[in-house]
């Protein structure tokens, strides 16, 4: 059994910081240790270049998923060469493989199809003419990869346990979802959420947006905005997002005061100063306490909540709280709640809250914005075919 899974995780040397994906993939490979099946994994993790990188071995994840899963996890030393068929050929039955970092070989992220379907073959052949192919890896469904889309179509295909959840939350975020329907954007750059605010206006009832993309939102709306993280390149479009949310009756709620510092460090010098007002010399790197406030009251209510980005620079203790009082508010909510993975994710774990407080956290930001952008997930399309 080829199982593409999703164990993408932060290194600090060979420590992992962060084993959010790693213990997300248990519920499919535990089914299928405990039905006898002899399951070779793939996986990748950073973005080496094609060839093999020690930084972005797999190995450190091989020790944490055995110790996880309550198996020993045999670490093959290459992708599909002379290692991991020596490995995968041991194995018996209910026994676990991890092939070396699949995005060291160049093949899975060609853009030839020819070259990614020599290396789906290399891989379909790991497992013989009786295998099969369990997609599992929700982080990387949005691409068109070889072990992600060329395989699914060489072997019997299954989706995993995590593939299944997470595609019937976010259709649940898509088609109807109860009212009122909050969502809250972080992060760094609006260029990077285009496409889903254009979207989603057409189905949130309101919008909270926080982190450094709020600044050229305030920016569209005529205010100064110092140093903070500016677009300028994106102010027409944003200035079109807020007319269209004006239009359709979209509450777009965005930060009333910030915490605007000297400089991007963890000790800055800090105050608190109104939206409209940030001083020419300072940068705002959270949201304020009367913002907190009103995010939260904005929250109160909603029936369904989706949340992706952290709203301040949750990396400094100085600019966390921003980033915890949404999470609180969803929490403390009683709405259907979303966590729509990367930093947002890493924010509710590194933050210490309970990850039961919400309804769901997603293991793939970019392929949970790409769905609701209303984009075909080819990992996900190919599986229904």
Request: glycine share 10%; net charge negative; hydrophobic share 45%.
């Given at each position: 059994?080829?199982?593409?899974?999703?164990?993408?995780?932060?290194?600090?040397?060979?420590?992992?910081?962060?084993?959010?994906?790693?213990?997300?993939?248990?519920?499919?490979?535990?089914?299928?240790?405990?039905?006898?099946?002899?399951?070779?994994?793939?996986?990748?993790?950073?973005?080496?270049?094609?060839?093999?990188?020690?930084?972005?071995?797999?190995?450190?994840?091989?020790?944490?998923?055995?110790?996880?899963?309550?198996?020993?996890?045999a670490?093959?030393?290459?992708?599909?060469?002379?290692?991991?068929?020596?490995?995968?050929?041991?194995?018996?039955?209910?026994?676990?493989?991890?092939?070396?970092?699949?995005?060291?070989?160049?093949?899975?992220?060609?853009?030839?199809?020819?070259?990614?379907?020599a290396?789906?073959?290399?891989?379909?052949?790991?497992?013989?003419?009786?295998?099969?192919?369990v997609?599992?890896?929700?982080g990387?469904?949005?691409?068109?990869?070889?072990?992600?889309?060329?395989?699914?179509?060489?072997?019997?295909?299954?989706?995993?346990?995590?593939?299944?959840?997470?595609?019937?939350?976010?259709?649940?975020?898509?088609?109807?979802?109860?009212?009122?329907?909050?969502?809250?954007?972080?992060?760094?750059?609006?260029?990077?959420?285009?496409?889903?605010?254009?979207?989603?206006?057409?189905?949130?009832?309101?919008?909270?947006?926080?982190?450094?993309?709020?600044?050229?939102?305030?920016?569209?709306?005529?205010?100064?905005?110092?140093?903070?993280?500016?677009?300028?390149?994106?102010?027409?479009?944003?200035?079109?997002?807020?007319a269209?949310?004006?239009?359709?009756?979209?509450?777009?709620?965005?930060?009333?005061?910030?915490?605007?510092?000297?400089?991007?460090?963890?000790?800055?010098?800090?105050?608190?100063v109104?939206?409209?007002?940030?001083?020419?010399?300072?940068?705002?790197?959270?949201?304020?306490?009367?913002?907190?406030?009103?995010?939260?009251?904005?929250?109160?209510?909603?029936?369904?909540?989706?949340?992706?980005?952290?709203?301040?620079?949750?990396?400094?203790?100085?600019?966390?709280?921003?980033?915890?009082?949404?999470?609180?508010?969803?929490?403390?909510?009683k709405?259907?709640?979303?966590v729509?993975g990367?930093?947002?994710?890493?924010?509710?774990?590194?933050?210490?809250?309970?990850?039961?407080?919400?309804?769901?956290?997603?293991?793939?930001?970019?392929?949970?914005?790409?769905?609701?952008?209303?984009?075909?997930?080819?990992?996900?399309?190919?599986?229904?075919?």
């Amino acid at each position: 059994m080829l199982v593409r899974a999703d164990l993408n995780v932060p290194l600090d040397g060979q420590r992992i910081t962060d084993d959010g994906r790693v213990r997300a993939s248990l519920p499919t490979l535990s089914a299928l240790v405990a039905a006898g099946a002899r399951v070779v994994i793939a996986a990748h993790l950073g973005r080496p270049k094609g060839v093999p990188e020690e930084k972005f071995s797999l190995a450190p994840v091989a020790a944490r998923l055995g110790e996880l899963l309550g198996v020993e996890v045999a670490a093959a030393q290459d992708v599909v060469g002379p290692s991991a068929k020596a490995v995968v050929g041991g194995l018996a039955d209910g026994a676990v493989a991890l092939l070396e970092n699949v995005r060291f070989d160049p093949r899975e992220t060609s853009k030839d199809e020819a070259e990614r379907g020599a290396l789906a073959r290399e891989l379909a052949d790991l497992v013989g003419p009786d295998g099969a192919f369990v997609s599992d890896g929700f982080g990387v469904v949005h691409r068109k990869q070889a072990s992600v889309y060329d395989v699914a179509r060489l072997l019997p295909h299954y989706a995993g346990e995590l593939v299944l959840a997470e595609v019937t939350v976010l259709r649940r975020l898509t088609e109807e979802p109860a009212r009122p329907y909050a969502v809250v954007l972080g992060g760094a750059k609006v260029s990077d959420k285009l496409a889903v605010i254009e979207n989603l206006l057409t189905k949130v009832d309101r919008l909270l947006i926080g982190g450094g993309m709020a600044y050229t939102f305030l920016k569209a709306r005529g205010h100064e905005v110092g140093r903070s993280l500016l677009q300028t390149d994106q102010l027409e479009a944003v200035r079109g997002f807020i007319a269209e949310a004006e239009r359709r009756g979209v509450e777009l709620v965005l930060p009333v005061d910030v915490l605007a510092a000297t400089e991007f460090a963890p000790d800055a010098d800090v105050e608190v100063v109104s939206s409209d007002a940030i001083p020419a010399d300072r940068e705002g790197l959270d949201i304020g306490p009367r913002t907190r406030e009103l995010f939260a009251d904005r929250l109160a209510d909603a029936a369904t909540v989706f949340w992706n980005g952290p709203v301040g620079v949750f990396e400094f203790a100085a600019f966390a709280e921003g980033t915890r009082a949404v999470a609180t508010a969803l929490v403390e909510g009683k709405a259907f709640s979303v966590v729509g993975g990367g930093d947002s994710a890493a924010a509710v774990r590194a933050l210490g809250l309970p990850e039961d407080g919400f309804s769901h956290i997603s293991t793939g930001g970019g392929a949970s914005l790409e769905f609701l952008e209303g984009k075909v997930l080819p990992g996900v399309a190919v599986l229904e075919d």
